[in-house]
């Protein structure tokens, strides 16, 4: 049973709206992750969130914000989606022990018309 | 270069054949390795975690580390339909913080 839920699972919007990505978990991580996934790519971390009102940017430069103001928490906004965001948008967290890993959710696949 | 690379596949062998998954690695800092299994439409899970070199036995799987030559390989024996999957490997200097993904191995077992 997962324990982090992204919603919406699927997303189908025109160029230029405001998009907000949901991600939440149950688990009381302190840790959380934003990563894009397209097919047959590696992950691509975009943001991260070692605690409350602490946000950095990743690896892959992203038009995205995000936000952390409650621990369980952390959503995702596109200002004005564009057909290049076109892509799967996976959230994890993780907590203390480095065997635990990540747990991810199901993903957002998002597509912008 | 990638910090990680990671052969995409598709690798598609038979029911009951050994599977061999590997990734090689460019930073020598390195020292949590992990494998994730992905189904079609879902998030990765986590399948083994490895800390440093050596190996580890779960079950049908092994996952072996090589520092030296900075390799994984991710071993499953008596494949399964059901490991039909894609395979990333997964690693990180400080645990499971920001960690780095190879690309993913495409994994079909055929009944």
């Known amino acids: 049973e997962a324990d982090i839920y992204q919603t919406p699972r699927y997303l189908v919007i025109g160029t230029g709206k405001k998009i907000t990505l949901e991600c939440s978990q149950t688990?009381?991580?302190?840790?959380m992750y934003w990563y894009q996934q397209d097919p047959g790519m590696e992950l691509h971390l975009i943001h991260y969130s070692y605690g409350v009102n602490s946000t950095e940017k990743g690896d892959l430069s992203s038009e995205s914000t995000v936000s952390r103001i409650r621990t369980e928490h952390f959503p995702l906004t596109l200002e004005s989606a564009r057909p290049s965001h076109t892509s799967q948008y996976l959230c994890a967290s993780s907590g203390t022990g480095a065997e635990r890993g990540y747990t991810f959710g199901s993903g957002t696949r998002l597509t912008v018309v | 270069q990638k910090e990680v690379e990671q052969d995409p596949g598709p690798l598609s062998v038979p029911e009951g054949a050994i599977v061999s998954l590997n990734c090689t690695y460019s930073n020598s800092a390195f020292q949590y390795f992990m494998w994730y299994r992905q189904y079609s439409r879902k998030g990765p899970e986590l399948l083994m975690y490895t800390y440093s070199s050596g190996n580890k036995e779960d079950g049908r799987f092994t996952a072996q580390v090589d520092k030296s030559s900075k390799y994984i390989s991710l071993f499953i024996r008596d494949s399964q339909p059901s490991d039909s999957a894609t395979y990333l490997c997964?690693?990180?200097?400080?645990?499971?913080?920001?960690?780095?993904f190879g690309q993913g191995t495409r994994l079909t077992i055929n009944p």
């Open positions: 997964a690693m990180s200097p400080w645990g499971a913080q920001k960690l780095v």
């Open positions: 688990m009381g991580h302190d840790k």
